[in-house]
């Protein structure tokens, strides 16, 4: 079996760029949900992301005697706690998903002890709203006794930052495979280096400029979010 032949068709198929592109998000995701690097932590003097997810027990008021958990954003905390005097900040201890499909926002989150009356909550919150295309993520720890929490650490990224990141590595999977065709069509007749060159400068800048195109759109959206968050008062 020609191998190269086999990566030149596959590496440069559509199916696969749309494959790898998903593939790097993905991966993009899992390692800032893994990584602990370029977050605030709150013992250092850094102040929490308004975003920060923190998750409530309160009544359910559609059935009398149970309760519900729900997610309020940290910015919004006070306010919840006036509207819902009875509320707790201390989850069953285990993992769970609170998911508010109206508001678009949806947080994951892993409860654990950390003494008496006390736990160690982690929440991961996505928020699909706009400016930000693929919405922003905040990633965040805290303690939490039955009416009080203390944030711990946040961070915070834009989902269209993981697009950029699979899209990138797609390009370079794409190019690595017109280097495989391109080897292959030195054989062919008629086919010379110059020509194969020339011909890898043309595609290599319709990738560059598209990269850099969605570049541009990122930091402009981005730019654009932070503003009219910081205008909120939610970072």
């Known amino acids: 079996m020609n191998w190269t032949k086999v990566f030149a068709v596959v590496l440069t198929s559509k199916l696969f760029f749309l494959a790898s592109c998903t593939g790097g998000m993905v991966l993009g995701q899992t390692a800032f949900d893994r990584s602990d690097g370029g977050g605030d932590y709150m013992d250092q003097g850094r102040a929490p992301n308004g975003l920060m997810s923190v998750i409530a027990v309160i009544p359910n008021a559609k059935k009398p005697g149970e309760r519900k958990t729900v997610q309020v954003l940290l910015a919004g905390l006070e306010q919840f706690k006036q509207e819902n005097p009875d509320y707790s900040f201390v989850p069953t201890l285990d993992k769970g998903e609170v998911n508010d499909p109206d508001k678009e926002m949806i ?89 194969l060159l020339l011909s890898g400068i043309g595609r290599l800048g319709r990738l560059t400029a598209l990269t850099c195109m969605w570049v541009f759109i990122a930091l402009i959206a981005v730019a654009v979010a932070n503003f009219l968050l910081g205008k909120l008062g939610l970072i």
């Open 107 to 195: 947080t994951i989150y892993t409860v654990t002890a950390a003494g008496p009356g006390k736990v160690m909550v982690e929440t991961k919150f996505h928020h699909d709203v706009p400016p930000a295309p693929s919405g922003i993520n905040v990633l965040a720890r805290y303690e939490a006794t039955d009416k009080e929490i203390k944030p711990l650490y946040t961070k915070s990224s834009y989902g269209l930052i993981f697009m950029i990141f699979g899209f990138a590595l797609a390009v370079v999977l794409a190019l690595v495979g017109y280097i495989f065709k391109w080897r292959l069509q030195l054989a062919v007749e008629g086919a010379t280096p110059t020509s």
